[in-house]
C-alpha cells in the first residue's frame, strides 16, 4: 500500500528535511507526497482536495496550531493519520487527546520515521512490541536511578508501569518503587515498543497487561473524567486507570500468557 502524505511546517527547511527522510525510507515504505504547506489553515483547505492518508505536522505554527488542524481534520468523516513532527515535547499529551498517531520528536530518524508510517500502512493498528523495538534500536536497556547517593540500573524489561507523579516518574517493578526525573513522553517515545500510554499519566508495559476491569467508583482521582476502566496487571496488585480518550486504542491490547 502505498500511502499518501501532507507535509506541513511553517519552516521550508524542516519540510525539506522530512522530503529527505520521507525519500530515504522510500524503497521500505512506498509513498507520494501530495503536497506541502506552510500552516495549519492552509493544510486544513488542501487536505479537503488532496486526501490524503497522512498529515505530517509541526505543532507550533502561525494562525492554526498542530492540535487546531488536528481537531478540525478530526470533524471529517474520513480524517487522515495524524503525526506530529515537532521540537517541543509539552504537547504530547494533549497531541494523543486529538487522537495523534504518533508523536515525533526532531531531528527525526529514518528509522523512527518509518515505524511511524508503517502505522498508518497497517490501518492504524499498533504494531507489534517487537516490531517497535527493532525500529528503535537505541533504546536503553536500562534506566539510572539516583538514590541516597548510589546509582541503580533498573532493566527496562522489568518494569510493569511507569508513572507521572509531580516532578517524578514512579517506575513499578514487581518487586519495588522507583522515583526517576525524565519527561514521560520522551520516555514513551523511546520505548514505543514495550510501553503503551493508558493515561495522561501512566505508561503499561504491554506484555503486562493481564487484562481490564471496572473502576469501582467510575471515578478518576487524576482528572479524565472518570475513567470507566483500569488495567490489571502481571505481577503487581495496583490498578492503573484507563483514559475514557485512550480506552478504544488500549481495550485490545490483552495477551495470552
Not at 489553515?41 to 486526501?51: E, R, Y
Request: proline share 5%.
Amino acid at each position: 500500500m502505498s500511502l499518501s502524505i501532507l507535509i506541513v511546517d511553517d519552516e521550508a527547511p524542516a519540510r525539506r528535511r522530512l522530503r529527505d527522510l520521507l525519500s530515504d525510507i522510500a524503497e521500505k515504505l512506498p509513498h507520494t507526497v501530495c503536497g506541502e504547506a506552510a500552516s495549519g489553515a492552509i493544510a486544513a483547505a488542501l487536505v479537503a482536495d488532496l486526501a490524503p492518508d497522512v498529515v505530517l505536522a509541526d505543532m507550533q505554527m502561525p494562525n492554526m496550531t498542530g492540535i487546531e488542524l488536528a481537531q478540525h481534520l478530526g470533524r471529517l468523516e474520513n480524517p487522515p493519520a495524524i503525526i506530529f513532527v515537532t521540537a517541543h515535547d509539552e504537547y504530547a499529551v494533549r497531541a494523543f487527546e486529538v487522537n495523534a498517531l504518533d508523536y515525533l520528536m526532531k531531528p527525526v530518524r529514518a528509522e523512527r520515521l518509518a515505524a511511524a508510517l508503517a502505522k498508518a500502512a497497517a490501518g492504524r493498528k499498533p504494531p507489534s512490541a517487537e516490531a517497535l523495538a527493532r525500529s528503535n534500536p537505541e533504546a536503553r536497556r536500562h534506566l539510572s536511578i539516583a538514590e541516597r547517593g548510589r546509582l541503580t540500573l533498573v532493566p527496562v524489561a522489568d518494569i510493569v508501569y511507569l508513572r507521572a507523579e509531580l516532578k517524578y516518574i514512579t517506575v513499578r517493578t514487581e518487586a519495588r518503587e522507583y522515583l526517576l526525573e525524565e519527561s514521560l513522553s520522551r520516555l514513551e517515545e523511546e520505548f514505543a515498543g514495550r510501553f503503551v500510554r493508558v493515561h495522561r499519566s501512566a505508561l503499561i508495559a504491554r506484555e503486562r497487561i493481564a487484562g481490564f476491569e471496572r473502576a469501582p467508583s467510575g471515578k478518576d482521582t487524576e482528572g479524565e473524567g472518570g475513567a470507566q476502566w483500569q488495567v490489571v496487571l502481571r505481577g503487581v496488585a495496583e490498578r492503573v486507570p484507563v483514559s475514557r480518550r485512550l480506552w478504544a486504542g488500549v481495550k485490545g491490547l490483552v495477551r495470552e500468557p
